[in-house]
């Protein structure tokens, strides 16, 4: 919903006399202009108390107190608006702090009982906050209303406003249309002030207002994500060229590198939504997701499922919704589920073990893969042999699932030749061949380790690296392999082995016996 819906249904809310109101959002202003929009159009004048200035008309904020100087006390206000004889929508300014104080949640249920029967005055109150603090005693009394960051439109006009006032100061504006799209949709996930903030930044550093902006903006939307908690920001610092082997998922990845794109959507083409790595750990599945987001040339948000159940009841589902809301707001992005078995553990005990924490938790991720209109699109990643470990209605959420499994002898190669020039030695000097040989059942990870344990050697002993001392310290370390099932899913790589139903095949669920597939 964007926010022209929101002023709509926050304009009906009101027509239809809801008493209480809480406004979610962290644009202040913003929301209080279209909150004065929806007064006036009902012809009501907008209120604004906070508890530094007390009550104040908001189209003549220099104009005396509104109210009594003691209505600045969070509870006193409650009774003057009990006592007000005016038509008015009363936004009451970060008032979240006093909602766990229980004479204020008496008072404001107080108020939804009395407001709407006062038939000679019409009063609506709507808490402003941008944080969500609900008791659960009050569930029932208000309406929640999430105000949506701004739109790709009110992004274009802000940044018309900004190219009008750098003209005029002689600031050069070096905009073709193609490079304005990207700017604006670079630009998305921030609030106005942020994006102006970034924009003028910009400008003192290059001089001029171009593309050249953009890496300024995702440094922004870094910060943003680093303060929000919910989300981690990776830098995009490998390629698929860093990935050893699973050629099939490479190819799968730049397929639909441009079906993001307005060509895409012209030919009719829906967007990518998701995809899922499953398989062994260390085999890639998370160098993969960082190389899919650096293919794309978009931001990686990493979305830790176990980290998310953590802290006071009620705040693992706010924990989830903060993160996907935040994700949809970034725009273009992969979003990065990681290992996200850890998260749903214990999901058929939810309703006994953790009060169905879980169960909501997945209903909410469910709901919002099946449901999102923004260009986001989930990577996840799981350290599972079977995928029946995982809920089914979550697999049918992607567009593909992927197995990946032990390297070949081929993508063993590729993987120390990746490695070894990584560390500035020449693959050419190596019997890759030997060492893919000796590295039988090893994955990506350990013949990484491998490589850097066998160069720690080489510098303890002041010699070269050469193959015979790679192979040397695999035979001391005597490092077992753990050997992995097979799970109902494709293939990532070339000659690897199957998975227990064909390739292309839609993923099904697979049962305690492998040649048994529901």
Not at 273 to 294: E, I, N
């Amino acid at each position: 919903m964007n926010h022209v819906d929101t002023e709509t249904w926050i304009e009906t809310l009101i027509r239809a006399r809801y008493p209480l109101l809480y406004v979610v959002s962290h644009e202040e202003g913003r929301v209080l202009s279209a909150l004065y929009r929806v007064a006036a159009n009902e012809h009501m004048r907008l209120l604004v108390w906070s508890a530094t200035r007390g009550l104040r008309d908001w189209q003549n904020p220099d104009a005396p107190p509104t109210a009594p100087e003691e209505t600045q006390d969070y509870l006193a206000i409650l009774s003057y608006i009990e006592g007000l004889t005016e038509d008015a929508l009363i936004a009451l300014l970060d008032f979240h702090v006093y909602m766990e104080d229980p004479m204020v949640v008496r008072g404001l249920r107080d108020l939804v009982a009395i407001l709407p029967d006062q038939r000679a005055v019409f009063k609506t109150v709507a808490i402003l906050s941008p944080i969500l603090t609900v008791p659960p005693t009050m569930e029932k009394e208000l309406t929640v209303v999430d105000f949506p960051l701004p739109t790709a439109e009110d992004i274009d006009a802000l940044l018309e406003r900004v190219i009008a006032t750098r003209s005029e100061q002689d600031i050069p504006v070096k905009l073709p249309p193609e490079d304005r799209n990207g700017l604006v949709q670079a630009l998305q996930g921030l609030t106005l002030v942020e994006a102006e903030n970034v924009l003028a930044q910009a400008v003192v550093i290059t001089g001029e207002i171009s593309s050249a902006a953009i890496p300024f903006i995702l440094q922004e939307k870094q910060q943003i994500v680093r303060k929000s908690g919910a989300l981690e920001f990776f830098p995009a610092h490998v390629t698929m060229a860093d990935v050893g082997g699973l050629a099939l998922l490479k190819e799968w990845v730049v397929e639909r590198a441009e079906a993001f794109s307005q060509t895409a959507r012209e030919f009719r083409l829906p967007a990518p939504r998701g995809v899922l790595l499953v398989g062994v750990p260390g085999g890639g599945k998370s160098l993969s997701v960082k190389a899919m987001a650096a293919e794309w040339q978009v931001p990686l948000l990493r979305l830790d499922m176990g980290s998310l159940f953590r802290g006071i009841v009620g705040g693992t589902e706010q924990a989830i919704r903060d993160a996907l809301k935040l994700a949809d707001a970034l725009g273009r992005c992969v979003t990065w589920l990681d290992e996200v078995e850890k998260g749903l553990s214990g999901l058929g005990s939810s309703n006994v073990s953790d009060a169905g924490t879980t169960a909501r938790t997945l209903a909410t991720l469910l709901t919002w893969m099946e449901e999102h209109n923004s260009p986001v699109f989930v990577a996840a990643t799981a350290n599972v042999q079977t995928l029946d470990v995982l809920p089914p209605e979550l697999i049918e959420r992607f567009d593909d699932v992927f197995f990946v499994s032990e390297p070949t002898e081929e993508e063993r190669e590729e993987i120390f030749t990746i490695h070894l020039r990584e560390r500035g030695r020449d693959p050419a000097d190596f019997d890759l061949k030997r060492l893919a040989q000796a590295t039988e059942g090893m994955v990506g990870r350990q013949i990484k380790k491998l490589v850097y344990d066998a160069l720690f050697r080489a510098f303890s002993a002041g010699e070269t690296l050469t193959t015979e001392m790679v192979l040397d310290t695999l035979q001391a370390k005597s490092e077992g392999v753990k050997q992995f099932g097979q799970v109902s899913a494709r293939p990532a790589s070339t000659g690897a082995r199957r998975p227990t139903v064909e390739r292309g095949a839609r993923p099904v669920r697979v049962m305690s016996r492998p040649d048994l597939v529901t």
